[in-house]
């Protein structure tokens, strides 16, 4: 069996044997629908698009709800669309691995086109151009991760590809953002068209940095005469661009082997992953867990797509935030942390199997429950509560989802200050709640520390993963040995005293003494990582 158009047409009776529910709509007919009228194209062709957006959208094309389906369009790595999207017609298989043991087998059939956003490539940009001067697009979105919406450097300098693409304006950008800013110059030039531009990415306020860089676009090809003037009015003017605030929630780790191998043992051939000249990891299948989230801010200049009828959620911006606030400082992210840091030093290899420790679960079931909830602003449309039991019960410990807490351990530096530090800022703004109760959010630094020793529990090194602090946040700990003998721990002070890096000021607050003592009770020497763990998880 062939995962292509003609495949699931001629084999379909072979591929429901196998357990694949496929695609139940008139395809040609919603191709051409899409191709004459498109109403979304996302730009971002990967994994949790491939496993979140584009299945929403075959249910509604299921169900008779819509009768358009998606355009994908990849700006940064074309091999994307050329090595995986069109070899197999566009179509993708999505695994969802279920907390019961089975898996969903889904044949996903609603992007009807992928193209390359290659300015550079005249038929590939002007079908873009076609689609972006289409009075029937409604929303433009984008999974493009938060790099993606950089202009400048960390030290606020415009980073050179952008600034280029400043200097040459709109006819033939380069940059990711460039060519998108361009399309958006066309659809101004053929009318002042309505748009939604809509980030999903999963990153705070993420609506607002695409309309940063988008802003930085326009009022430098303004400013330089290579735009008309009223491009950047169009952009500020809400009635006709909008840039909604969006939360999502979807694990997907990359492509697993042992799927893979499923999948062939059903008789699905040619499945091997692509990994590109850019080191993109991409296969004909996703591999991903059941829960979703989607929580857009209802902002559609141009009329909204009925996604709210597949599960996705339409609110106002101050309800997004909310949402993503729950989310990232309390019910999954900073528990996700946890088990990264903890599970890199105990020598874990797969984020659920860390659930099985009693000492591990205590650890972020106290972290979520009991220090994070109380502070918890409910967002009304989700229940922190019943998040963090999904979370705890249903999703971290999936023993099919092949995430590893070295993957989430990635960048950890950027993440302890939104993940921890806010709880900790709004028990100090609360006149009922004090910080020194927070016993096991200072375990967590202490553990960070420890983890940036790059020695584990049984006294073996192990690699760190990427993080843009690793070797200056490493340099307090690198002379630092798995001994009980006394340690000069004044010298953390300085990273302790870091608000980019915690939230606020640990030195300052009081915290960071009690962190000095569990990192130096869990550097004592093999082993002291479980005993402290023993000893404070309660």
């Not at 361009?182 to 748009?195: A, D, E, K, T």
């Not at 890199?344 to 994070?372: A, D, R």
């Not at 049984?458 to 340690?487: C, I, M, Q």
Request: charged share 25%.
């Amino acid at each position: 069996m062939k995962l292509t158009l003609k495949g699931i047409q001629t084999d379909r009776s072979a591929f429901e044997a196998a357990g694949y529910k496929l695609p139940d709509f008139d395809y040609e007919t919603v191709k051409k629908n899409t191709y004459e009228h498109p109403v979304w194209i996302h730009f971002g062709a990967g994994n949790l698009f491939r496993a979140f957006q584009a299945n929403v959208l075959q249910n509604l094309l299921n169900e008779g709800v819509m009768d358009t389906g998606l355009i994908a369009a990849e700006g940064y790595d074309y091999e994307i669309i050329e090595k995986s999207n069109r070899p197999h017609d566009n179509l993708s298989i999505l695994a969802t691995l279920k907390a019961d043991n089975t898996v969903e087998k889904t044949v996903v059939a609603s992007i009807m086109e992928s193209l390359v956003l290659d300015s550079t490539n005249e038929k590939e940009f002007s079908r873009l151009q076609e689609i972006f001067a289409a009075p029937s697009l409604k929303m433009a979105s984008f999974t493009i991760t938060e790099k993606g919406y950089a202009v400048t450097d960390a030290k606020g300098n415009v980073l050179p590809a952008i600034a280029a693409d400043f200097e040459k304006g709109p006819s033939r950008p380069d940059s990711y953002l460039g060519k998108v800013v361009s399309l958006l110059y066309h659809r101004y030039q053929n009318g002042c068209l309505p748009i939604a531009m809509s980030s999903m990415d999963n990153c705070s306020h993420n609506g607002d940095k695409l309309q940063a860089a988008v802003l930085a676009f326009a009022e430098a090809w303004c400013g330089n005469g290579s735009a008309e003037k009223g491009f950047l009015e169009y952009i500020k003017d809400h009635s006709k661009v909008s840039f909604p605030w969006s939360m999502i929630d979807k694990i997907t780790p990359r492509p697993d082997a042992k799927v893979e191998k499923m999948l062939a043992e059903d008789g699905i051939e040619e499945l091997d992953a692509v990994i590109t000249s850019k080191n993109t990891y991409i296969a004909p299948f996703v591999n991903a867990e059941e829960c979703e989230y989607l929580v857009i801010e209802d902002a559609f200049p141009n009329g909204r797509l009925p996604l709210d009828k597949g599960g996705i959620i339409y609110t106002d911006r101050e309800t997004v935030d909310k949402v993503e606030k729950m989310k990232v400082c309390t019910c999954l992210n900073p528990l996700h942390t946890t088990l990264a840091i903890y599970g890199c030093l105990l020598g874990y290899t797969l984020i659920s199997e860390e659930m099985k420790n009693p000492l591990l679960k205590k650890l972020v079931e106290i972290i979520g429950y009991q220090e994070g909830l109380p502070v918890v602003v409910n967002p009304g449309i989700l229940d922190p509560k019943e998040f963090i039991d999904q979370v705890v019960n249903v999703r971290i410990p999936n023993p099919f989802m092949p995430d590893t807490p070295q993957r989430i351990a990635t960048d950890t530096s950027q993440k302890l200050a939104i993940r921890f530090g806010e709880t900790i800022k709004a028990y100090n703004a609360s006149p009922d709640l004090d910080p020194a109760d927070l016993k096991l959010i200072p375990l967590v630094f202490a553990g960070w520390l420890r983890y940036l020793m790059g020695i584990d529990d049984k006294g073996n090194e192990f690699t760190r993963s990427a993080d843009p602090l690793l070797e200056a946040a490493g340099a307090y700990v690198k002379d630092f040995e798995l001994s009980d003998a006394p340690k000069d721990l004044s010298r953390l002070d300085k990273l302790l005293s870091n608000e980019k890096v915690f939230g606020v000021d640990l030195v300052k607050i009081g915290m960071a003494e009690t962190v000095k003592q569990y990192f130096s009770e869990l550097s004592k020497g093999t082993g002291a990582v479980e005993a402290t763990l023993k000893k404070y998880v309660k």
